[in-house]
Nanobody, 121 residues
Framework: VQLQASGGGLMQAGGSLSLSCAAS????????MGWYRQAAGKQRELVAT???????NYADSVKGRFTISRGDAKNTVYLQMNGLKPEDTAAYYC????????????????WGQGTLVTVSS
């Protein structure tokens, strides 16, 4: 199982960026997916999560600015980031709760590689 994240980059404050993350491999089912971020010198923190029936949860710091969604095939998660602030600068990681078709008795957390978002003031 792999999670491949893409998007990110450099943006001025007030601008918008979008991230995407696709899960692939021996997947039987995917439960929740989400985005986390880690700024330099800080712990990784939750940004937003979404269940497989579309229920979303957001960190207070991004509510009203970020939107998480899933693709029709449910194996892709997106993060639309509007109204970016310098404090949004971080490496963003996607995570998915996946039941592998090779080990259907367990659900494991899989992480994608980080993608860097830098917001200039």
């Amino acid at each position: 199982v792999q999670l491949q994240a893409s998007g990110g980059g450099l943006m001025q404050a007030g601008g918008s960026l979008s991230l995407s993350c696709a899960a692939s491999g021996n997947i039987f089912s995917i439960n929740a997916m989400g985005w986390y971020r880690q700024a330099a010198g800080k712990q990784r923190e939750l940004v937003a999560t979404i269940t497989n029936d579309g229920r979303a949860n957001y960190a207070d710091s991004v509510k009203g600015r970020f939107t998480i969604s899933r693709g029709d095939a449910k194996n892709t998660v997106y993060l639309q980031m509007n109204g970016l602030k310098p404090e949004d600068t971080a490496a963003y990681y996607c995570k998915a709760q996946i039941r592998s078709s090779l080990a259907m008795g367990v659900v494991l957390d899989y992480w994608g590689q980080g993608t860097l978002v830098t917001v200039s003031s």
